[in-house]
C-alpha cells in the first residue's frame, strides 16, 4: 500500500543578510495510522544551540517490528551491501567528499 501514498515536500531556508544560511529539504509520506515516511536534506546540525554546517540525508521507512534482532541486523547489513552504493551516489553525486 505504500507505493499509493503521496510524497508531500517542503523547503525551509533561511537567508541571513540576503545570503543563504541554512536550508532543509524535506518530504513526507503519511500512513492511515499518522506514522510518517521520510525522507530528508538537512545543510546543518544543531549542536548546543548553534548551527554547524553538516550536509546530511535521512531516510525513515515504517517496517514491521522485528521479533529477532539477528533478522533486524541482517536486514539493515542487505540494505547497507545491495542498496547503499544507489542511494549514496544520488545523494553525494554534486559533493566532493
Request: charged share 35%; proline share 2%; aromatic share 10%.
Amino acid at each position: 500500500m505504500a507505493a499509493t501514498l503521496e510524497w508531500n515536500g517542503k523547503t525551509r531556508v533561511v537567508l541571513l543578510d540576503g545570503r543563504l544560511s541554512r536550508y532543509s529539504v524535506v518530504y513526507l509520506r503519511k500512513h492511515a495510522d499518522g506514522w510518517y515516511d521520510e525522507a530528508r536534506y538537512d545543510s546543518h546540525d544543531r549542536t548546543r544551540g548553534r548551527f554547524q554546517e553538516a550536509p546530511h540525508f535521512h531516510l525513515k521507512l515504517r517496517s514491521p517490528f522485528k521479533s529477532e534482532t539477528d533478522a533486524a541486523e541482517q536486514e539493515i547489513r542487505d540494505i547497507i551491501e545491495k542498496e547503499l552504493a544507489a542511494i549514496e551516489s544520488i545523494v553525494c553525486r554534486s559533493a566532493a567528499i
